[in-house]
């Protein structure tokens, strides 16, 4: 789905992976980003946290919804390991993240690599759900 904003048009518009909308009034309710996270560094730090993440935090994405989703399409080594570099990669940005929390959602867990984590928007809060999906 295309973000509209003044300073892209066409194709170089943004484009969010997955937008889940209801039927009766078509208004997008879930949005999902995702990223590929393999052997290089660059896809942690510059695709998931910067062309990910951070534009969630930054209301470029999803602007008007409390939550929405990171899913990491893992194509090398394993869930666990990415999950926990991912999650390291944003705790040392917290502050340009503008974290709150990050925690594991141990009771409520559907997939292996799942956590969430919370940031401050300008006017409110972004909960973003994290998903590690093996796709080797």
């Known amino acids: 789905t295309p973000i509209h904003d003044e300073k892209r048009t066409g194709q170089n518009r943004r484009r969010t992976y997955i937008v889940i909308e209801a039927t ?3 208004r997008p309710h879930y949005i999902f980003e995702a990223k590929r996270l393999n052997s290089k560094k660059r896809h942690t730090e510059k695709n998931y946290i910067e062309k990910g ?4 935090v930054e209301g470029e ?5 409390p939550e929405a989703a990171m899913v990491g399409y893992v194509q090398t ?4 390991s990415w999950k926990k570099e991912v999650q390291l990669a944003i705790t040392s940005k917290a502050s340009q993240l503008k974290l709150i929390t990050q925690q594991n959602q141990e009771s409520a867990k559907v997939f292996e690599g799942e956590w969430i984590s919370k940031h401050m928007r300008r006017e409110n809060t972004i909960t973003v759900c994290h998903i590690m999906l093996n796709c080797k």
């Open 24 to 26: 009766k009034n078509r």
């Open 53 to 56: 993440l951070k534009r969630f």
């Open 61 to 65: 994405y999803a602007a008007p919804y």
């Open 77 to 80: 080594a394993d869930i666990d």
